[in-house]
């Protein structure tokens, strides 16, 4: 190269000449002198032509730059040669060789103190014509092409495609705009997850000032157990788990059942939407404004009793039932005959408590006195007004005051116990005159408060308090008790599991929404990674009625998926099965990390997150060995293969392969290479106890 001029070499980079033009299509006649394998004229040897390779176009402003989707032979006549006189010759059919490219993008050369630098940009501003050359690019061309992009703070891998080229990403845009990693059981997702999560804090560390801990926040959420000692080299990482065992480093998972919201419980408990859901909402109000605790006097438990009454009437005042129809009618009538009950006097009342109950209970005997008979006449707006009117006068009366009245959020997070709720579920459903139809509800609720397995994580939580579990699970100012939270949701019953994760992905959108509120506007950054997101994120029949736990569980996530960024929480899933997932989390995704896939339903839809003319890259998903990947989308200037970084085997999520072979033959490898005897002893007994939650059989 040295004796070379630079229009000579520019002219041996020369592969071909353009023989098709379309804005998705550039079809190329490769010279006869081009490279048939290895092209030696770039810096260092690099195969050629080669599939998803990268090749320049000359334009105006610099080179389009283009990715080879296919190559062919043609038949053809002999092709002229340069600087040959081919006079003479018969002209035979030769096989000529033909490329197809897809044009990405411009890569513009800039002079930077006599350096020679381009930069990449997506987007084609004017298409080559017929004839133009085609040239390969440089080491420099090829690496600038793939390493071009502001924020470049984190490496995570080589790209095979362009001189394995640094790939590396801004945490701003890979996060901030949640993250999809896609790809087959073994392909290498849960190492990509561990690694994406490990590179980000080391660059974090290493730009901080005095190499402090990054003040990042990481909540996984492992529905197989596989991360809970990815991270045990770094400093203060923070597991749960749903039986910690003697692991003193492991805590105990708690989500306490007043962290639940209506909807939640709703979803656990199956409840109808006729009768049992209006009930256990207003059960669930009841009981978050104190209506569980022990009344301390008589006048004081008959204000709440006012209060309960004023909220019921005002909600069936709402839903037009006291005059729907002659049977809602009756069923009201019904009510007021069961509300009278309660309205008993009290030695304790004062004069002006005692008086406001006497007359309170005289329109209840008027009004029933107006509404006799098998089939009373309807209520009209007026009576029922004047009702609430009366009821809220004797609720004055006893103390209360206009905003007693207000009902409170079902779904604000106020300590109650499992036994206080049940009492709350009984008495408003007598007071709303079902308590036929709520048995079925009550049951599934004492199934969670007497069931050994749901009790350690949802009841037995006495000392934990809001903020102490949002220090506990999303980390303590500045991160202080470290950056990394592992929730291990895999011992937790099948009966909650969907709930409980629910649970926790809405606690932290909502403590980061709270957090912006209080804070002017700023957010605080966290990543929430769902492990297995096809079992959690599930698309489901928005048409049902009826929404269960699976629902309800997809929804906090889409919601997270169209709010989350606003509020600094970013997601990533990971999933081996993405034509599983909720089509609306998905198109949310603005970055894909894309592993080897070989179900055609998945890889139709990722086909369909790409534009036509990248769809080149994405026909390497089936074939791609372990450790590579396609990133993609808004962390990515353009499509690129990337080789991810290595990771040492203690730091890997534990999804090895069952290792049938080492156990069967009793020879096995351990983690430095050496021979070891495999033994897999089998204690059924045991077994059979911890599933039977037998603590301490008998020995005989």
């Known amino acids: 190269m040295s004796t070379m001029s630079p229009l000579a070499y520019a002219d041996s980079l020369r592969i071909g000449s353009i023989d098709f033009v379309s804005p998705d299509e550039i079809k190329v006649l ?61 002209d035979m059919p030769y096989p000529l060789r033909k490329m197809s490219l897809n044009p990405l993008g411009c890569l513009k050369y800039e002079s ?139 805590g105990q998972l708690q989500v306490p059942l007043w962290f639940w919201n209506s909807a939640e419980w709703s979803a656990f408990t199956q409840a109808s939407a006729r009768a049992q859901r209006p009930t256990l909402i207003q059960a669930l109000r009841s009981v978050r404004d104190g209506g569980g605790e022990s009344p301390t006097t008589p006048s004081y438990a008959m204000r709440r009793y006012l209060r309960t009454l004023v909220g019921i009437i005002q909600i069936d005042r709402t839903t037009g039932y006291p005059w729907k129809g002659p049977g809602q009618a009756k069923g009201f009538l019904e009510k007021l005959q069961k509300w009278s009950t309660g309205l008993e006097s009290d030695a304790s009342f004062s004069t002006a408590e005692e008086a406001a109950l006497t007359s309170l209970r005289a329109h209840f005997d008027a009004l029933r006195g107006a509404h006799t008979g098998q089939w009373p006449a309807l209520f009209d707006k007026v009576e029922i007004d004047t009702l609430i009117q009366v009821v809220s006068q004797s609720h004055s009366a006893f103390g209360g005051s206009d905003t007693d009245v207000l009902p409170i959020d079902a779904d604000v997070p106020r300590e109650f116990t499992g036994d206080q709720l049940l009492r709350s579920v009984e008495a408003n459903a007598e007071l709303l005159n079902v308590s036929e139809y709520v048995e079925t509800m009550l049951m599934r609720i004492r199934t969670i408060l007497s069931d050994s397995r749901m009790k350690s994580v949802t009841s037995n939580t006495d000392g934990v308090t809001l903020d102490g579990w949002l220090t506990s699970y999303i980390g303590d100012n500045k991160a202080s008790n470290g950056s990394i939270t592992i929730i291990d949701l895999s011992l937790v019953p099948a009966e909650v599991v969907h709930v409980i994760t629910a649970v926790i992905a809405r606690m932290t959108l909502e403590a980061l929404q709270r957090y912006r509120k209080l804070n002017k506007g700023k957010t605080l950054p966290t990543v929430l990674v769902m492990e297995e997101a096809h079992t959690f994120v599930k698309r489901y029949r928005d048409d049902s009625e009826d929404q269960n736990a699976t629902a309800i569980c997809c929804q906090v996530f889409e919601k997270i998926a169209r709010e989350g960024r606003k509020f600094g929480l970013g997601l990533v899933l990971s999933s081996q099965r993405p034509s599983e997932l909720s089509p609306t989390v998905l198109s949310q995704c603005n970055t894909y990390l894309l592993h080897r896939i070989s179900n055609d339903r998945d890889q139709e839809l990722v086909h369909k997150l790409v534009p036509d003319n990248l769809r080149g890259l994405l026909r390497d ?60 002893d089998v204690d059924w007994p045991a077994i059979a106890n911890d599933w039977q939650q037998i603590t301490d059989p008998d020995p005989t």
């Not at 090749?55 to 989707?69: F, K, M, N, R």
């Not at 730009?207 to 000692?229: T, V, W």
């Not at 990771?647 to 392969?657: C, H, I, M, V, Y």
């Open 30 to 90: 490769l010279d006869i002198e081009a490279p048939d394998a290895i092209a030696l004229n770039t810096g260092v040897p690099r195969p050629f032509p080669r599939i998803n390779g990268y090749v320049l176009i000359p334009s105006d402003d610099g080179y389009l730059v283009a990715q080879a989707e296919w190559i062919t032979v043609e038949r053809s006549q002999f092709p002229k040669r340069k600087g040959m006189q081919d006079f003479g010759l018969i």
């Open 112 to 250: 930077q103190k006599g350096k020679e630098t381009y930069s990449f940009q997506r987007g084609v501003g004017a298409y080559p014509t017929v004839g133009d050359p085609v040239l390969l690019p440089t080491q420099a061309q090829l690496r600038a092409i793939v390493e071009s992009g502001e924020n470049r703070r984190v490496k995570i891998g080589v790209s095979p495609l362009a001189a394995n080229a640094e790939v590396r990403i801004d945490p701003d845009r890979l996060f901030g705009r949640h993250l999809a990693v896609l790809g087959n059981t073994g392909s290498g997702k849960s190492c990509t997850v561990a690694g994406l999560i490990r590179w980000s804090m080391e660059a974090a560390r290493k730009a901080s000032a005095a190499d402090r801990d990054p003040n990042a926040r990481f909540i996984i959420l492992d529905p197989n157990g596989e991360y809970a000692n990815t991270f045990r080299d770094m400093d203060k990482v923070r597991v749960f788990a749903v039986d910690p065992g003697e692991d003193s480093d492991i």
């Open 621 to 680: 998903l089936p074939s791609l060995p372990s450790r590579h990947a396609i990133l993609l989308g808004w962390a990515s200037e353009l499509p690129v293969l990337v080789q991810m970084n290595a990771l040492p085997e203690a730091q890997r999520p534990k999804s090895d392969d069952p290792d049938f072979w080492a156990v069967w033959s009793g020879n096995g490898v351990d983690d430095a290479g050496n021979a070891v005897s495999v033994e897999r």
